[in-house]
C-alpha cells in the first residue's frame, strides 16, 4: 500500500489467540489499520456495528454465533465486505457464504500473500457493490419522487383546472420559492388534499 493514502480499517473476528495476534501484526505490517478484535461471532456483528469497518477477517467457527451467521447479520444492516477463513469444507459453506454476501473466503493454513490478495480483490468487488446500492438508491428515490409529483400534478389539474404544463411550472415556482425540493412541496399539497377530503366527509 503505497503512502499518503488513507488505510484500510480491518475487522478482525478470530478466536484463536495465536493466529490472531499475527493476523493484526501482519496487517499493521502492511500498511492497514485494525480497528477491533472480536473474540466471538456476537461480537464481531456488535463490533462491525460500531467501527463501521472497511473489511471483516471472520472465521468460520466461532463461539455464540458462527462466522457465516454473524456475516449474515451483519450485511443485513449494512454491507460490509467479508473475506471467511475456514479450516474445513463443507458442502453447505458455498450456500450460505452467498446467503451472506461474504466476499471471499481462505481455507487454513493461510499465508499473508493469499490473505492480501483476497482482502484487496474483496475490498474492490464491495466498493462496486456499494457504488451500484447507490446508484440503486438514488433511483429508487427520483422514482417515488416522480410519483408524488405526478399524483400533485393530478390534484391540481382536477381541482383547480390547470393544464399539465401549468400544473408543473406552479410546483416549480412554489418549490423555489419556498426552498423546498419539489417532492416536499408535492407530498404537502397530496397531504393537504387529503386532509380537505377527510373534512368533506364529516
Excluded at 79 to 88: D, E, G, H, Q, R
Excluded at 119 to 148: D, P, T, Y
Amino acid at each position: 500500500m503505497s503512502e499518503g493514502k488513507t488505510k484500510k480499517r480491518i475487522l478482525i473476528a478470530e478466536d484463536d489467540h495465536w493466529l490472531c495476534t499475527s493476523l493484526v501484526e501482519a496487517l499493521e505490517d502492511k500498511g492497514y489499520e485494525v480497528v477491533g478484535i472480536a473474540r466471538t461471532g456476537k461480537e464481531a456483528v456488535e463490533q462491525a456495528l460500531a467501527h463501521q469497518p472497511d473489511l471483516i477477517i471472520m472465521d468460520i467457527r466461532m463461539p455464540e454465533l458462527d462466522g457465516l451467521e454473524a456475516a449474515r447479520q451483519i450485511n443485513e444492516k449494512t454491507f460490509i465486505p467479508i473475506v471467511l477463513l475456514t479450516a474445513f469444507a463443507d458442502p453447505t459453506f458455498l450456500e450460505r457464504a452467498r446467503k451472506a454476501r461474504v466476499l471471499g473466503y481462505l481455507m487454513k493454513p493461510i499465508s499473508i500473500a493469499e490473505l492480501i490478495s483476497a482482502i484487496e480483490i474483496a475490498f474492490n468487488i464491495g466498493r462496486q457493490i456499494n457504488h451500484l446500492e447507490i446508484e440503486i438508491e438514488n433511483l429508487r428515490e427520483e422514482l417515488e419522487a416522480r410519483k408524488v409529483i405526478e399524483r400533485a400534478k393530478g390534484f391540481l389539474m382536477d381541482a383547480y383546472g390547470f393544464k399539465e404544463g401549468e400544473a408543473m411550472r406552479f410546483l416549480q415556482k412554489e418549490a423555489a420559492k419556498r426552498r423546498v425540493k419539489l417532492k416536499v412541496l408535492a407530498q404537502a399539497i397530496l397531504d393537504m388534499a387529503e386532509k380537505l377530503l377527510e373534512e368533506a366527509k364529516k
